[in-house]
């Protein structure tokens, strides 16, 4: 079906349909539509005023998603930041979600009032705004958040990027904490080695020998995000290793690690087209990050070489991120 015809269907159900789930399910339809394919976002301009404007707060939230397809940078800000106080618990959660993940300077000033909202996860999303920011208003919320077990591991991720050392005891407190999973002790382990602590370095080194261990490829990947002593050529060992299912972690390690000599050795994976696409994938994205513009350069000549539709789509992601 013609997706215009199924946008207009989607609208006219909003109209008629008095059922508050089939209304939600016709906007996210409307959201999902949009996110297709980016070159339609500017036929939705009209669809996402009528989303925001809808008395059901399900239809509002994906309305906050539309806009993020749809609407120039400043309007989205001016935007989300209006329904930071929306009644819906749902809708606010979207707006300051989605507001976080733009990681501006000057939403700042937006998130501090939401640190004080009565729903812990909608305060913890302006948290990881803050943190994005480098900024420690939300580290009393992220801290908290690590005794819920939904958010624990996005608070971990979040105390990682804002590196502020008060945050040490609670994640050393965490990470001793008796039938912890394996993935949160290790991501634990990783903010404890970014505020340089070494009992973090100690885990994060040993459980790269657990070959089979299902947090091994997240190890693999913070060895080289906190520059673990030797990350260098105990992450190219892996790459190297023609059977180590880590190998990609490895590539996105060696990636997060910053270090130009691991150049030839992730081009080297890029074009090897006989390797597991899911592998030259992750090469492609240690190089990106490593900033190089000859590096840059090679994952955008590389992107025709992937062949499946869900490669080709995560590849154009990542050339319009930011290294």
Request: proline share 7%.
């Amino acid at each position: 079906m013609d997706w215009r015809a199924e946008r207009d269907r989607a609208l006219l159900l909003l109209e008629r349909e008095k059922s508050p789930p089939a209304r939600a399910d016709a906007a996210d339809l409307l959201f999902q539509l949009a996110a297709e394919e980016p070159a339609r976002a500017p036929e939705f301009a009209g669809v996402l005023t009528r989303l925001l404007a809808d008395a059901q707060g399900e239809v509002r939230r994906a309305g906050l998603g539309l806009a993020t397809l749809v609407l120039p940078r400043e309007e989205l800000v001016d935007t989300l930041a209006a329904r930071l106080t929306d009644p819906d618990v749902g809708a606010r959660l979207e707006a300051v979600g989605r507001l976080a993940d733009l990681s501006l300077p000057e939403i700042r000033g937006a998130l501090a009032p939401v640190l004080q909202d009565a729903v812990p996860e909608v305060r913890f999303e302006a948290a990881r705004g803050m943190a994005s920011l480098k900024h420690s208003a939300g580290l009393e919320v992220l801290v908290d958040a690590l005794d819920n077990e939904s958010l624990r591991f996005r608070a971990l991720g979040a105390l990682a990027e804002l590196e502020d050392p008060r945050a040490l005891p609670a994640v050393k407190r965490l990470f001793r904490r008796w039938l912890l999973s394996p993935f949160e002790r290790t991501q634990a382990a990783g903010v404890l080695a970014k505020l340089g602590d070494a009992e973090g370095v100690e885990w994060l080194v040993k459980r790269l020998q657990k070959r089979w261990s299902t947090d091994r490829a997240l190890a693999v990947e913070l060895c080289g995000e906190v520059k673990v002593p030797g990350a260098l050529e105990r992450l190219k060992a892996i790459l190297d290793a023609p059977k180590d299912p880590c190998r990609g972690a490895a590539a996105r390690g060696l990636g997060r690690l910053g270090e130009p000599a691991a150049l030839p050795w992730l081009l080297a994976l890029l074009d090897d087209v006989s390797a597991p696409e899911d592998f030259r994938l992750d090469a492609a994205e240690g190089l990106w990050r490593l900033g190089l513009p000859e590096a840059q350069a090679r994952v955008r000549a590389a992107a025709a070489s992937f062949t499946s539709p869900e490669a080709r789509e995560e590849i154009a992601e990542l050339l319009q991120e930011t290294p």
